[in-house]
């Protein structure tokens, strides 16, 4: 996943502690959209964005946030989010439609512990509409309300994120997460030990996987630590939960997918778990699965952090949370070769899909590319390092959209007298749709230089 997920401890008393083929499934969904008294008024903040030093938000990146691909039922990553969204039991996971990706820089970052200089709060890794409020980088954003507001004890939401990003077939500035997340609360119960006998009678009815599962990993240890105050016994019982939901939810999918996909791999499928770290959960754990013959990243995953839960107005409550990168696996469901592909509006592309099937992409074209290197002085006394790979690929894709499949730094080079320091990278246009003429070619390039040079000041090479 890509962060951060794509990523304060508090004392608590004992007491208060006291995973496809499924033709024609689509999930309803209960619409809990962006529903504190701060969204209220979404409308009018759609058109009121106040402008000020810290915005970056390009013209493209704005349009995308309009696209809305999840609300195409046939779109595969809709496709995708109903399959999973089938495996939680609609009586315990309200499934949350948050539209606007507009958020507050609390909701984003500091609601989710994260850190002052965490690198996700940087303008070169955020888009942000001013010094108070950005595109939401991650589902997270959204956790502390999900667990304030719904009327179940747990959650499901997904939806489109935004971040500043490299330029090649896996990553665009634009993406889709979905995020879950359950909890319980002691109140009413007597002592640890009937709590936790809850949580484990919660997790004897979800179905064992079947499918083998590699977990060398500790319920908590130093370097993936249980939280302060929490019963070592309620950890190990929230863990246990989560782990068996995730193995679920991943076992059926891939299963019943290689079960009806004579080119899937044979090889037994399994799954394993690896530590990891993230602000808003601790002990946290990713989880990945085998196949095709190699290990894909899937989940990112954790006990919720009490801070969470104080935040949301809940403090005694525990539990856990997930968060999960559409594109990515969607792309090996499917097998889309290129993440742009699924912002193509092509319908060669967008008629190939049917609600609750999983079925192979069938490529529709296969266009020749064509290199351009951009090379440049920087300004004096700036160094390669001031200057940000992101700050290029927001200039690519303003002047050339999705033309653009690939940007990559080949060489910089300082110069032994003068010490100026120059870059060069390599631009891959190349269209998912059509063939691109070298005239076009060469005006898309040469607005891609000019607007560096006006922009950064840097001297054309």
Same mark, same amino acid.
């Given at each position: 996943m890509r962060i951060n997920w794509s990523c304060c401890r508090q004392l608590v008393s004992i007491q208060k502690l006291l995973k496809v083929r499924a033709g024609g499934l689509h999930t309803t969904t209960r619409q809990l959209s962006n529903s504190t008294q701060a969204r209220n008024e979404e409308g009018k903040r759609e058109d009121s964005i106040e402008k000020d030093e810290w915005t970056n938000v390009t013209a493209t990146i704005e349009r995308l946030t309009h696209r809305k691909l999840l609300s195409n039922p046939a779109h595969p990553l809709s496709i995708l989010r109903d399959i999973i969204f089938s495996? +939680?039991? !609609?009586?315990e996971y309200t499934r949350a439609n948050f539209p606007n990706p507009r958020v507050s820089v609390y909701e984003n970052f500091d609601s989710l512990n994260f850190a002052p200089d965490h690198i996700?709060?940087?303008?070169?890794?955020t888009y942000y509409l001013n010094k108070h409020e950005v595109l939401r980088t991650h589902t997270s954003a959204h956790q502390v309300e999900s667990f304030r507001v719904h009327p179940t004890p747990g959650f499901l939401v997904a939806a489109?994120?935004?971040r500043r990003d490299e330029i090649d077939r896996t990553h665009y500035p634009a993406f889709h997460q979905m995020e879950g997340g359950r909890w319980w609360s002691p109140e009413g119960?007597?002592?640890?030990?009937?709590?936790?006998?809850?949580?484990?009678?919660?997790?004897?009815?979800?179905?064992?996987?079947g499918i083998k599962i590699v977990d060398d990993t500790l319920p908590f240890h130093d370097g993936n630590p249980r939280q302060d105050g929490q019963s070592p016994e309620v950890c190990i019982a929230l863990t246990n939960h989560l782990k068996r939901s995730l193995e679920r939810v991943v076992g059926e999918i891939f299963e019943n997918i290689a079960d009806g996909d004579p080119?899937?791999?044979?090889?037994?499928?399994?799954?394993?778990?690896?530590?990891?770290?993230?602000? +808003?959960?601790s002990p946290s754990w990713e989880m990945e699965v085998y196949w095709q013959g190699d290990w894909l990243e899937l989940f990112g995953c954790g006990v919720t952090q009490q801070r969470v839960f104080e935040q949301a107005g809940?403090?005694?409550?525990?539990?856990?949370?997930?968060?999960?990168?559409?594109?990515?696996?969607?792309?090996?469901?499917?097998?889309i070769p290129d993440i742009r592909l699924f912002w193509s509006e092509d319908p060669r592309f967008l008629e190939q899909f049917t609600p609750g099937v999983v079925n192979a992409f069938k490529p529709f074209s296969k266009y020749p590319g064509t290199y351009r290197d951009v090379a440049f002085w920087l300004k004096d006394g700036t160094t390669p390092e001031q200057f940000h790979d992101n700050d290029l690929m927001d200039i690519v894709r303003e002047v050339a959209g999705d033309l653009v499949e690939n940007v990559s730094l080949i060489d910089k080079f300082t110069h032994p007298k003068t010490k100026r320091n120059s870059l060069c990278y390599r631009v891959l246009f190349q269209s998912m749709e059509r063939t691109l003429y070298n005239d076009e070619i060469n005006v898309?390039?040469?607005?891609?230089? !000019?607007?560096?040079?006006?922009? +950064?000041g840097v001297e054309l090479r």
């Amino acid at each position: 996943m890509r962060i951060n997920w794509s990523c304060c401890r508090q004392l608590v008393s004992i007491q208060k502690l006291l995973k496809v083929r499924a033709g024609g499934l689509h999930t309803t969904t209960r619409q809990l959209s962006n529903s504190t008294q701060a969204r209220n008024e979404e409308g009018k903040r759609e058109d009121s964005i106040e402008k000020d030093e810290w915005t970056n938000v390009t013209a493209t990146i704005e349009r995308l946030t309009h696209r809305k691909l999840l609300s195409n039922p046939a779109h595969p990553l809709s496709i995708l989010r109903d399959i999973i969204f089938s495996k +939680f039991p !609609e009586r315990e996971y309200t499934r949350a439609n948050f539209p606007n990706p507009r958020v507050s820089v609390y909701e984003n970052f500091d609601s989710l512990n994260f850190a002052p200089d965490h690198i996700g709060r940087s303008k070169t890794d955020t888009y942000y509409l001013n010094k108070h409020e950005v595109l939401r980088t991650h589902t997270s954003a959204h956790q502390v309300e999900s667990f304030r507001v719904h009327p179940t004890p747990g959650f499901l939401v997904a939806a489109d994120v935004y971040r500043r990003d490299e330029i090649d077939r896996t990553h665009y500035p634009a993406f889709h997460q979905m995020e879950g997340g359950r909890w319980w609360s002691p109140e009413g119960m007597s002592s640890v030990k009937e709590f936790v006998a809850k949580i484990e009678a919660d997790t004897a009815k979800i179905p064992v996987s079947g499918i083998k599962i590699v977990d060398d990993t500790l319920p908590f240890h130093d370097g993936n630590p249980r939280q302060d105050g929490q019963s070592p016994e309620v950890c190990i019982a929230l863990t246990n939960h989560l782990k068996r939901s995730l193995e679920r939810v991943v076992g059926e999918i891939f299963e019943n997918i290689a079960d009806g996909d004579p080119s899937a791999t044979k090889e037994p499928l399994q799954i394993r778990w690896i530590d990891a770290t993230f602000p +808003f959960t601790s002990p946290s754990w990713e989880m990945e699965v085998y196949w095709q013959g190699d290990w894909l990243e899937l989940f990112g995953c954790g006990v919720t952090q009490q801070r969470v839960f104080e935040q949301a107005g809940h403090p005694e409550r525990v539990g856990w949370a997930v968060g999960l990168g559409l594109e990515r696996l969607a792309m090996v469901l499917f097998g889309i070769p290129d993440i742009r592909l699924f912002w193509s509006e092509d319908p060669r592309f967008l008629e190939q899909f049917t609600p609750g099937v999983v079925n192979a992409f069938k490529p529709f074209s296969k266009y020749p590319g064509t290199y351009r290197d951009v090379a440049f002085w920087l300004k004096d006394g700036t160094t390669p390092e001031q200057f940000h790979d992101n700050d290029l690929m927001d200039i690519v894709r303003e002047v050339a959209g999705d033309l653009v499949e690939n940007v990559s730094l080949i060489d910089k080079f300082t110069h032994p007298k003068t010490k100026r320091n120059s870059l060069c990278y390599r631009v891959l246009f190349q269209s998912m749709e059509r063939t691109l003429y070298n005239d076009e070619i060469n005006v898309l390039q040469d607005n891609i230089r !000019e607007t560096l040079k006006i922009k +950064f000041g840097v001297e054309l090479r």
